[in-house]
Structure formats: structure tokens, C-alpha cells
């Protein structure tokens, strides 16, 4: 009986000191990040944060900025504007030119390239006679020698109309022409045919001028004419309107048929088209009112002269100089 007692007692006794080790028994040890020598974190942070160090967060104080996502277009460089002119795309100027001029005038869509290229000069020749910089910079309007200095042979630069009708719009001789009137012998001294009174004359900048022929304008200066057309009888005399050296005569140009180009000088010349024969050859010199060809209809819809001058190889308007 005293066994039994005892026997419980003790387990009673067990029980309680089970219950009294849970109830004061210490939380367990909170997980701290170690360093990289597995040393521990402060107390103090393992007592505010039981799950270890604070976590990253881009925006705490003093955290450092988080890195911008990779972006192509921000890292790559800006691609250089394509050149424009006018507010448009660049187009090159490709006008035909007069081979043998001394002096090129600049117009819109020239450069230093093709400028050299349309006269068969280099472009070191052309930067050397006009003082141009490395960066090839040249103005419209601006005046550019293309032949070295001493050059003074008679030529003109002459260009060529974008769309010309056959009958009433001829084209303007080009370098392929020039070149050809080159290469084929010519003539040298005065022609030698006759002298003919066709009206009035008149000087304006520095040349004294005559009609080209006798007969009323029937067609003016303007739009697609590129000069006047003249009305006559087949064979009647075309004259020189001015003094001058012939550098074209020929019919290689279409549009104009039987065609004779005087140079008056180093600005003006002008143009005698549609002819029935030519009267002169290329070389030669003519005086004011000497007879040059012979009208006709070659390459046209009816007998008549087109007659054109040119001013720096610009088509101007020759009532301006002729008194018709």
C-alpha cells in the first residue's frame, strides 16, 4: 500500500515539473543573416526583425537606386539627320553646262562634286581657284572659276529646259554637244557672206543689237518658250543679232533642226534654230547683221526662226535686247 502511494506521488510530482518547463520555457533563437566570415547580426536587429535583415527595398533611406532596365533607343546614339533643301529631299544639280566656260554661276542642288565633274575638272583644281575651304561650302548665286586663271576663250553655259516639246521648246545644247563641236575641225577668220538690214538696232549691256530676221513674233518669251519664234518665207536671211564667234552649227540638237549658236562673250549668246541650211561654220567670226543661215521648218510645224538669247546660259527674254 505504501508502494502504490508512493508510485504516485512521484508521477504526480513528473507531471507538475513537465507543466512548469512548458509554461517558462524561453522562444526559440531567431535566425540571424551571418557576414561573410559567418559572423552574426547585432541583437538589436535580430530582436526588431525575427526573420533576419531588414529586406531590399529600393525606395528605404539610404538603399541605393536600383539599376534602369536596359533600353536600346536611350544607350544608342541619334542618328544624323538626313540633309534637306528647302524643306525637302536634296537633289543634286545635274544642269548642262558649257565645257569651255571660264566662270560657273551656283545654283540650287550644286556641289563642289559635280560641278567638277560636269566640267571634266578635279575638285582639288576647282577649291584651289576659288580659295574653298576643306568643307566644300558654296552659296547659290557665287561665281566659281572653272578654268585656271588667264583662261579667256569665248564659251557660255548653256542648260537644258526639263520637258521640251519638239515643235516649240527645243533643248539647249548640252556637254555631250559642246564636246562634239569640239572634237569636229572648225573654221577660223570671218565668214564671208553678205551684210542684211532686218530693223533697228539698239545696244543694251555693252553689245549693240539687231533683229534676227524680217517678220512678226508668233510666239512671245515665257512658259515653255524658251525664246521667240519669228514668222517668214522659206529662205529668207537669218542674221547675227550681235558681233561674235559661231560655236555650234549643226543639227545634233533635237528641237531645234538646223541650228547656229553665236558668243557674243563671256555672258550673253544666242540661238537661230529651225533653219533651212546654214550659211557658216563653227570658229568663225560674224559681225552684226551678217547673214548666218537661211529659214526654214527642219524640225518644226511650220517655216519659222527660233531665237534665243542667253545670259550666263539663263534664257532671257529678247525683246529686252532686240527692238523687233
Known amino acids: 500500500m505504501l508502494k502504490k502511494t508512493a508510485f504516485r506521488t512521484g508521477s504526480a510530482a513528473l507531471v507538475l515539473m513537465l507543466g512548469a518547463c ?43 537606386a536600383a539599376p534602369e532596365p536596359y533600353n536600346p533607343q536611350a544607350s544608342a546614339p541619334a542618328a544624323p539627320a ?6 525637302g529631299a536634296y537633289i543634286p544639280s545635274n544642269a548642262p ?11 540650287r542642288g550644286d556641289t563642289v562634286y559635280n560641278i567638277a565633274k560636269r566640267y571634266n575638272i578635279t575638285q582639288d583644281n576647282l577649291r584651289e581657284w576659288n580659295n574653298l575651304g576643306p568643307d566644300n561650302t558654296i552659296s ?3 561665281n566659281l572659276r572653272v578654268k585656271p586663271a588667264g583662261y579667256s576663250a569665248p564659251a557660255a553655259t548653256a542648260s537644258k529646259p526639263a520637258t521640251p516639246p519638239a515643235s516649240s521648246t527645243p533643248s539647249a545644247p548640252s556637254n555631250t554637244d559642246y564636246a562634239r563641236t569640239q ?13 542684211v538690214s532686218t530693223g533697228g538696232v539698239r545696244t543694251v549691256s555693252g553689245i549693240t543689237w539687231q533683229r534676227p530676221t524680217a ?3 508668233i510666239t512671245q518669251f515665257g512658259g515653255n518658250s524658251k525664246g521667240v519664234d519669228i514668222a517668214g518665207q522659206a529662205g529668207q536671211a537669218v542674221v547675227s543679232a550681235a558681233d561674235g564667234k559661231v560655236v555650234y552649227a549643226g543639227s545634233g540638237l533635237r528641237g531645234y533642226g538646223n541650228l547656229v549658236i553665236v558668243q557674243h562673250n563671256q555672258t550673253f549668246l544666242t540661238a537661230y534654230g529651225h533653219n533651212q541650211n546654214l550659211l557658216v561654220k563653227e570658229g568663225q567670226t560674224v559681225k552684226r547683221g551678217q547673214t548666218i543661215a537661211r529659214m526654214g521648218n527642219s524640225d518644226a510645224d511650220r517655216t519659222k526662226l527660233h531665237f534665243e538669247v ?13 527692238a523687233f
Do not use: L, M
Not at 552574426?40 to 526573420?51: E, I, R, V
Not at 542667253?310 to 532686240?322: C, D, L, S, Y
Open 82 to 87: 538626313a540633309p534637306v533643301s528647302g524643306g
Open 22 to 64: 512548458s509554461w517558462f520555457q524561453q522562444p526559440a533563437a531567431p535566425v540571424t543573416a551571418g557576414t561573410a566570415s559567418g559572423g552574426a547580426a547585432s541583437g538589436t536587429s535580430a530582436q526588431s526583425n525575427p526573420y533576419g535583415a531588414t529586406p531590399y527595398d529600393p525606395n528605404a533611406a539610404g538603399a541605393s
Open 215 to 217: 517678220g512678226n513674233i
Open 140 to 142: 547659290v548665286g557665287q
Open 183 to 195: 572634237q569636229r575641225p572648225q573654221a577660223s577668220g570671218p565668214a564671208k557672206t553678205p551684210t
Open 97 to 107: 553646262v558649257d565645257i569651255n566656260a571660264a566662270t560657273h554661276t551656283v545654283v
Open 310 to 322: 542667253r545670259q550666263n546660259g539663263k534664257p532671257v527674254n529678247p525683246t529686252q535686247f532686240v
